[in-house]
């Protein structure tokens, strides 16, 4: 009797959810997103990730309605100015950066388009793409997040990234973190190529949701995919070639 009166309430509970979300499709996550760092050779094939922190964290948000969604540094974030290390013998140095530009992800899922405005080198540029398509298998295995429940899926994106997802059918949206996207529901945590990086929600807000913060970005240089890419290759170029091969240059 236990058993049924329990599956009884837990149906309960899941109906009212999925009815909560059929009326709107608009909602407000917090993410926590951590990148770990490589290992990473100096001098002479020497190992300096000791002198490294084991990984960089930042805290997102995202906003979406419907198919569209923007994901941006949240107003919690902790300000961090940028660090730099340098061996006893000056023989290399390391150093990190923090842009100080806002960074937004626009996502279209209608229109399969990816408009990401952020900072690169003191200047801010705004990159339109094609939203990539990501491979999913969706699993069997289930967990419960955040009082969700979650299911599990894997999949690889046109980078050749491998990725794991944890979404959540109770709300109906194919959206995620970042331009992580397409499962039939809303994706809680991420980890791609082992944990290399990860996101994790936090918490959801599904009332007294701004979705007019929900607008493509306009506030830099347009450019696109190509162009953006070859302007990073050329300025870490300059950069080295400036400070010397030993640098190294790390940007969250």
Not at 61 to 67: N, S
Not at 221 to 228: D, I, M, P, R, Y
Request: glycine share 8%.
């Amino acid at each position: 009797m236990k058993t049924l009166m329990k599956t009884i309430v837990t149906s309960i509970a899941l109906i009212s959810s999925i009815s909560l979300f059929g009326q709107t499709q608009t909602a407000q996550v917090e993410y926590t997103q951590i990148i770990k760092m490589d290992k990473i050779e100096g001098p002479a094939g020497m190992d300096i990730s000791d002198l490294l922190p084991e990984s960089m964290s930042t805290n997102k948000t995202l906003i979406f309605d419907g198919h569209q969604s923007v994901y941006v540094d949240s107003e919690n974030q902790e300000e961090e100015g940028d660090t730099e290390l340098e061996s006893d013998d000056g023989s290399f140095r390391i150093k990190f950066m923090r842009e100080e530009l806002t960074e937004i992800i626009y996502v279209n899922l209608a229109e399969k388009k990816k408009v990401h405005q952020h900072g690169f080198m003191g200047k801010s540029f705004v990159v339109s793409d094609e939203l990539s398509i990501i491979k999913w298998k969706i699993g069997s295995e289930k967990i419960s997040y955040l009082g969700y429940e979650c299911t599990k899926a894997t999949g690889e994106n046109t980078e050749g990234d491998n990725i794991v997802a944890w979404f959540s059918p109770q709300i109906p949206v194919q959206c995620g973190p970042a331009s992580y996207h397409g499962l039939p529901g809303l994706i809680l945590m991420v980890s791609v190529n082992d944990g290399k990086r990860e996101v994790k929600a936090t918490a959801v807000q599904i009332e007294n949701i701004k979705i007019e913060n929900i607008k493509i970005p306009n506030d830099g240089k347009k450019v696109t995919a190509e162009e953006f890419k070859k302007i990073e290759e050329d300025k870490i170029k300059e950069m080295q070639e400036q400070h010397g091969e030993n640098s190294f240059i790390f940007r969250n």
